[in-house]
């Protein structure tokens, strides 16, 4: 429910971005808002605690809108997750818009698994290469695990190729057992 509930925050946030042409702007307000959160777990109990009236969490929220210099609606929207006690899924709803955000700016970004840290120019290719793909940009981060051996693990959102050496050898594994070689 947290999930759905944050990705309508989401997509109403967006909704009011697209019109003001400010989707990037409004992410990188929301993110410098979460650090501030993640920063303060403090904060967090005071905004959702019912001894304080909402006129005196809704001053603490504008305090923390003011000193970010928050546009008016990254603040008001912010209010409003105050209001609805909707505060606590912040991390949740910045991690929803930044999706949105990448839809719209076609950007897609990619998780590249490898037994050991690529180089810049393999990143590049790489890079390249899914960009021909899938025709998005894409912005790329490398991952090194060992246990892979050789190869390479590409997630792409709901999207695994799973070209590593560990897995061709478990598939062969398994063969052997079923007989099947």
Do not use: C, W
Request: charged residues 25%.
């Amino acid at each position: 429910m947290k999930i759905s509930t944050a990705r309508r925050f989401a997509k109403a946030l967006v909704a009011i971005a697209k019109e003001d042409n400010a989707h990037a702007e409004y992410g990188k307000e929301l993110r410098s808002t979460l650090a501030i959160f993640k920063g303060n777990p403090e904060l967090y109990k005071t905004l959702l605690n019912p001894i304080y009236k909402i006129e005196e969490r809704l001053k603490i929220m504008e305090s923390v809108s003011g000193s970010l210099k928050l546009s008016p609606h990254v603040a008001k929207f912010l209010n409003v997750l105050v209001e609805t006690r909707n505060i606590r899924i912040l991390e949740e709803v910045a991690a929803a818009y930044a999706r949105l955000e990448d839809e719209l700016s076609g950007r897609l970004k990619v998780v590249v698994e490898s037994p050991a840290p690529l180089n810049g120019s393999q990143l590049d290719d790489i890079k390249k290469k899914l960009s021909a793909y899938t025709g998005k940009d894409i912005a790329i981060s490398n991952l090194s695990n060992p246990a892979l051996i050789g190869g390479l693990v590409i997630k792409i959102e709901n999207t695994i190729l799973d070209g590593s050496i560990i897995t061709q050898l478990q598939l062969m594994k398994e063969k052997i057992r079923e007989g099947v070689v």
